[in-house]
């Protein structure tokens, strides 16, 4: 039987999983922590020896031989499918192969490593060699003796290897092979790479012991005092414990009984995701000729379920989270030590205060980490077989004994290596991998090794063994109603949802609303943290690819390429949106009689707000502040609401709208938390000044053209559409309005777009001219052009009238009225948008705009946005998403301007009520048919896009459609807007 696909083995001669911590032959050395200085520590990382094979089989079998075949190099830790070997391969669902478990084709992609080291070791010591993960089976041989075999590929092995081991030139081959029986229960959504690609390291056991380690803090009542409890495993030495803090040592700890350490410490200070204090245990072992030092950094922290809820240290949490896989997109699995620590540190700035490793246990750093910053953890097995959902027996595996030692493994071994960690509070059984006996049982073996934390599996579908509910993507209804049961429950949390794929999520204020409403709910993880594309450099350009792109099939497409932050690792808007919906200090303005109120809930769940200032500012529309103060907030308790007066303000003239802005700030750091805004004081309506003017008129065949000495608009009789319209020789207009229907469609409409394309034809319209007239006014002209809009074969359509006044000095109004006109029955339900596009001179790049902003935003996406006058460039108004589609949009615009780099000339746009501004240096055609960011075509005009709506962008790649209040009708509407020539600046002089 091939070991690769002998479920009976789940391993030959690894050693038994324990705890991730080091050894140091000196105090200072331990409370330093350095993996460098380790007892033996030597890093294998680096370039190894390397061959490609087909199958297993093919590699010579004798050592001699084989090592001197190894003929090119590879880097480890590194995929091998990045480094030019194999196929690159992403599917979310589906086996690569036929499901005939545990069999795998025989054709089997293999790598083989070697590695050529020195090590001495002496006598009575072990040498250990270490793999943090090694994807999927493998095999390791030194100086041509069999060590022995691991599978799992995001778990770590170990192996003794001082009995073969020499002084020097030790030779070190690894056999990796790709499929193996444990790919049936790695078929998690990402693509299929393989490797070594994790670090792999040496150390040493200087008395020979494989001791392990564990720590466990119980709380006394009133959870002021707590029971540390430590125990020492497989071993015969004396161990004396010490308690550290911040590097002193503070008390001695109960010597062992048995192998077990019971001791009572006061009031230490407890571990929470908003109050991460680390203790250090430090063991001093000394073995028989020997004496060296383990540290153990932890915290005092209970978790526990108290009247269906979540509880930490007593006090029930809420979890602003997300998922995170390992993915990096250069080098696929492998992720660099600095990118975990940016991972963590980015998720802390967002208000972020909880990480699911989705859906495999990470490199132990990764922990190490959350334990340090602060972040609850859900760890999850290295466990999915969600392919065969499609065999219609989903539980194929998951419900069959033979395969019950490969799912206890994965929970065993994830369990005994990170049982030391405060930040982890759940254990996960895995995902999308049905249910059965097999989950039982893992569920079983964990408990016994820990019982101290809770155990989460979304597949258990009634929580039968699962401590909490959890589901996926659940709908708004359904997620209410699960808030509102509430008798003998277990707590319920989202283990996914908020799909971030392309532009979106939509609807994330109202997720939380839901779940802060009902005390069950305890929050969730959106999905999914880091876009999973793949750098590409092509023509000196560096663009994205994802399935499909490497010729492989079938596959997922851009699937995969659903995360909060894009490829270049720049927060995507709906990272700044997450950010303002998790935030922990939620504000709210009260007017009572002529006093003005602020009232601040504290949202954290342990630490009050003193240490937060508050930065309050009464600004102009144009950022101009007024006035403002800065206040230290008072100690407001986790959960308390208080309200405090505040001055109020007000201006005479009225010529500004007036806010009040309200930013949270951490006093130490100056870190923003979060921020708020109020409208304060709208400011007094005027209606525009015209200026009459005369102009001579001219029929040319197609043509209308009204010009005088300044302006010049120019018509075709035929369309109705404007053509020209110049001031003092600059055009400004190309070509305009038309209106548009559609969107180039963002990846939350793709249920939508089959019927949006081919049933309602939306991305089809065309015009029919049912009158254009002109005609002098006492102040100008006004051209009158009336239309019928439809769709291809579509009974509905709208009526639209549009009525051009021009005045003196290049100012022109325009009116539009639009009717729908329905004589049939078929009518969309929802339409992605209703706008006027214009074509406009690319000469005008700078953009300018009172609306909302920064950051793109659309209905149900602009939690984050803020009233405010913004300056961009058309060009960086460009959201780069991976896969192209629809972005940059900016609602409530009042005005905008549009003017060239040297702001000489240009344009000023005012739209009556506000609209949705939409500028890009190419057209949505051009948006839509490209694939990638480097392929979008450039026009040589811009398109600016006067929306008088979009609908949102809901969740729908998978998720819940929008809400019905951001789903856009077929709706009348009358909509004005005022474009207006910007007067040339006087130059300054500048002598
Ligand atoms: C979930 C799954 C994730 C991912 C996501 C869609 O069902 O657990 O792994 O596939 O859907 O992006
Ligand atoms: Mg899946």
Known sequence: MKPWENIHAVADNRLQPVAAFNRYQTLQDALDMEEEATIGFQSLNGLWQFRYFHTPEEVPQNFIELWKSLNEQIEVPSCWQLKGYDQMHYTDVLYPFPINPPFVPTENPTGVYGYEFDYEVNKGERAILQFEGVSAYFEVYLNGEYIGFSKGSRLESRFDISEYLKPNGNQLIVKVVKWSDGTYLEDQDMWWLSGIFRPVRLYKLIDGEDLDIQIDTQPQEGYEDFQLSVQIKHTKSNARLYLYENGKRIREVNPLIDGKSLTTILAPKRWTAETPHLYTLICEIEGKDDFYFIPVKFGFREVRIIQNQICINGVPIFLNGVNRHDFNPKNGLVVSREQMKSDVEMMKTFNINAVRTAHYP?????????????????????????????????????????????????????????????????????????????????????????????????????????????????????????????????????????????????????????????????????????????EIERDGETTYFYGGDFKDTPNNSNFCVDGLIHPDRSPSTALYEVKKVFEPIKTELIQENKQLKLSIQNLYDFIDLSTIQLELCYLNEEGGCLFSKMKNLPAILPGEIRQF????????????????????????????????????????????????????????????????????????????????????????????????????????????????????????????????????????????????????????????????????????????????????VEIPKMLPRIGFEFQVNQQLSEFSWYGLGPRENYSDSKASAFMGTYHSTVENLHVPYVFPQENGAHMNVEYAALQDGKKESGWKLSMNPPRMLTIHDYTKEALEKAMHSDEIEKSPFNVLTIDIAQSGLGSNSCGPEQQEAHRLKIQPFVTEINFEPMKREEKQDEH
């Open 362 to 534: 990470n490199q132990s750093y990764f922990y190490e980490l959350c334990d340090e910053y602060g972040l609850y953890v859900i760890d999850e097995a290295d466990l999915e077989c969600h392919g065969f959902e499609n065999t219609g027996v989903y539980d194929w595996i998951s419900d069959n004994q033979l395969w019950e030692k490969q799912y206890v493994d994965r929970g065993v071994r994830m369990v005994e290596r990170d049982k030391n960690h405060p930040s982890i509070i759940m254990w996960s059984l895995g995902n999308e991998s049905s249910s059965g006996q097999n989950f039982t049982a893992m569920y079983g073996a964990i408990k016994q090794i820990d019982s101290s934390r809770l155990i989460h599996y979304e597949g258990d579908k009634q929580a039968a063994y699962s401590d909490v509910y959890t589901t996926m993507y659940t709908n708004y209804e359904k997620l209410e109603q699960l808030g509102k049961l509430s008798e003998g429950r277990k707590p319920h949390i989202l283990c996914e949802y908020g799909h971030a794929m392309g532009n979106g999520p939509g609807g994330l204020e109202e997720y939380q609303r839901i779940m802060r409403k009902y005390s069950r709910l305890q929050g969730g993880f959106i999905w999914e943290w880091y876009d999973q594309a793949i």
């Open 645 to 824: 007066p505040i001055e109020t303000f007000s201006v005479q003239d009225g010529t500004q709208d007036i806010y009040l802005r309200l930013r949270f700030k951490q006093q130490e750091t100056g870190h923003l938390v979060t921020e708020n805004q109020f409208l304060i004081q709208k400011k007094k309506s005027t209606e525009p000044h015209f200026e009459s003017a005369k102009f001579k008129v001219e029929q040319e065949h197609m043509k209308l053209t009204i010009q005088n000495e300044s302006s010049k608009a120019v018509f075709n009789q035929v369309t109705g559409l404007l053509e020209t319209y110049a001031y003092q020789g600059e055009v400004f207009i190309q070509q305009g309005p038309r209106m548009t229907l559609w969107r180039a469609p963002i990846d939350n409409d793709m249920y939508q777009l089959k019927e949006w394309q081919e049933t309602f034809f939306l991305n089809k319209l065309s015009e029919q001219l049912r009158g254009f007239d002109y005609q002098e006014t006492a102040d100008g002209i006004t051209v009158s052009v009336r239309k019928y809009v439809g769709a291809l074969n579509q009974g509905w359509g709208y009526e639209v009238e549009l009525t051009y006044n021009f005045f003196g000095k290049g100012m022109l109004n325009l009116f539009i009225e639009g009717k729908p006109k329905i004589n049939c």
